[in-house]
């Protein structure tokens, strides 16, 4: 008995250390439906209405799948638990505006991005525009995020960095001026702004740029080929195009 639980012990351990296989897309194919995830509170990128989750991104995954002739169904959790069920074999893929870097590289396989945007300072107060007015002020900002990272990295004066599970809560901690400043992805700070009857509400000084892609478990390269290449065809038929001024009135794929 005591001999079996050691075996069975060391056996469990060996298949831990090898980590859980990601599905290659002849899998998903076979199997017949791709399983994605994404956070659903980032509006208008991926949020709920009513019970829909809906969003650029979660039409243009939903355009990529019906092109790579698959079925799809949508997991939703917070942000930063997403790229770590990659690893877990928990989904496919995660599409939830992650900005291509360095250190998520090492960890998971990025598609060809599906946008280019940046970080925005968003303030009541006509005196908070740039990076260097943020020097002594509170700022709020979503946790995991590149942008926290980067003002925790560079901008060593700010006095606290406040950080919230969404973007929505580091925003309305914002709106009910219970910080300084808020940081923000662009597309969603400048939509914020034009439907603003409060005309304090600005844009301020772009703090980064990014580029934004889906990932897959590292190295599933099969199934980033056949995004990449459903991708291209959504780029050259006109189909992204009309998803973007959908929701943005502008195009806003990569240079
Ligand atoms: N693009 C930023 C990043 O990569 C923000 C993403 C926020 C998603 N809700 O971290």
Known sequence: MKRFTVIAAAALALWTAAGVQARPFEAIQKEGT?????EGYYAPFAHFEGKQLTGFEVELAQMMAAKMGVKYEWKTISFDALLTGLQQDRWDLVISSHGITPEREKAVTFTQPHYCSGAIVMSLDPAIRSAK?????????????????YMEKNL??????????????ARNALLSKRVDAWVTERFIAKELQQKNPNAQLKQGELLLVERIAAAVAKDNKSL??????????????????????????????CP
Request: hydrophobic share 40%; charged share 25%; proline share 3%.
């Open 34 to 38: 791709l399983r994605l995830a994404t």
């Open 156 to 169: 060593p004066g700010i006095k606290r960095l406040v950080n919230f599970p969404t973007n929505e809560a």
């Open 224 to 253: 980033a080929d056949a995004w990449n290449k459903a991708f291209k065809e959504a780029l050259a038929d006109g189909s992204y195009a009309k998803l973007s001024q959908k929701y943005f009135h502008e195009d806003i794929r």
């Open 133 to 149: 007015d943020l020097a002594g002020k509170t700022v709020s900002v979503q946790t995991g995020t590149t942008y926290m990272q």
